[in-house]
C-alpha cells in the first residue's frame, strides 16, 4: 500500500496570510493527487485534481503542484472559509489511502 | 442538480450490523462509481471501498473485508453500505461520494453518525 504523509499537521496564520503544506506519496505516483477541503461538521469538497487541475468553482487562490512523490497545495492570500482541514488523496492503486490532513488554524 | 441523501444516524451495541443508504438524483444512477469514506470522531478520513451502480460489483479496503457489503438498488437509485460485528471504533461519520472520472469526491452525501456503545 502507497503511505502518504502530509506536513505540517497544523499551522496557524491570518487572513490574507500565504500558506504552503506539503503531502508526499512513499512511491511515485505521477501527478495522480488530489486535495480535499474539509470544514469542520462537513463533508469533503475535491479542490483539485491531477495535482495542479483546479476544480471549477473553486477560488484561484488556491495551487497545486508537484509530481512523483512530492506535492504541494498553496493558499495565496488566505480567506476566513479557508480555515478548514486538508487531505491529499493519490489516486493510483487500490486501497485509497488519504494523507492525515493539516488543519489551517486562525493565528 | 446532483444530490446524495444518506440516511439518518444510528445507534448500535457491540456485535451487531448497520445499514447505511444513499439515495442520489439528479444524474443517471448508473454512470458513477460510489465511494463510502468513514471519518471517526476527531480523526482523518478513510476509504472503505466502491460500489459499480452499473453491475453491482464492488471493491473493499481490505481493513473491511469480511465485514462490509456495499450493494446498490437501481429502482430507487439508491446505495447501500452494510458493515457487521460492529465495535466501539467503527464509530465514526460515514460518507458516500460519486466517481464520474479518475477522481472520488464529486459529490457528497451529508454523512451519517454510526455510534457504537453498550
Known amino acids: 500500500d502507497i503511505q502518504v504523509t502530509q506536513s505540517p499537521s497544523s499551522l496557524s496564520a491570518s487572513v490574507g496570510d500565504r500558506v504552503t503544506f506539503t503531502c508526499r506519496a512513499s512511491?511515485?505516483?505521477?501527478?495522480?493527487l488530489g486535495w480535499y477541503q474539509q470544514r469542520p461538521g462537513k463533508a469533503p469538497k475535491r479542490l483539485i485534481s491531477a495535482a495542479s487541475s483546479l476544480e471549477s468553482g473553486v477560488p484561484s487562490r488556491f495551487s497545486g503542484g508537484g509530481s512523483g512523490t512530492e506535492f504541494t497545495l498553496t493558499i495565496s492570500s488566505l480567506q476566513p472559509e479557508d480555515f478548514a482541514t486538508y487531505y491529499c488523496?493519490?489516486?493510483?492503486?487500490?486501497?485509497?489511502?488519504f494523507g492525515p490532513g493539516t488543519k489551517v488554524e486562525i493565528k | 442538480q446532483v444530490q446524495l441523501v444518506q440516511s439518518g444516524a444510528e445507534a448500535r451495541e457491540p456485535g451487531a450490523s448497520v445499514k447505511v443508504s444513499c439515495k442520489t438524483s439528479g444524474y443517471t444512477f448508473t454512470g458513477y462509481y460510489i465511494h463510502w469514506v468513514r471519518q471517526a470522531p476527531g480523526q482523518g478520513l478513510q476509504w472503505m471501498g466502491w460500489?459499480?451502480?452499473?453491475?453491482?460489483?464492488?471493491h473493499y479496503a481490505q481493513t473491511f473485508q469480511g465485514r462490509v457489503t456495499m450493494t446498490r438498488d437501481t429502482t430507487i437509485s439508491t446505495v447501500y453500505m452494510e458493515l457487521s460485528s460492529l465495535t466501539s471504533d467503527d464509530t465514526a461519520v460515514y460518507f458516500c461520494?460519486?466517481?464520474?472520472?479518475?477522481?472520488?469526491?464529486?459529490?457528497w452525501g451529508q454523512g451519517t453518525l454510526v455510534s457504537v456503545s453498550s
Open positions: 461520494t460519486s466517481n464520474s472520472g479518475t477522481y472520488l469526491g464529486d459529490y
Open positions: 512511491q511515485d505516483i505521477r501527478n495522480n
Open positions: 460500489v459499480n451502480p452499473n453491475s453491482d460489483g464492488a
Open positions: 488523496l493519490p489516486h493510483v492503486t487500490y486501497p485509497l489511502i
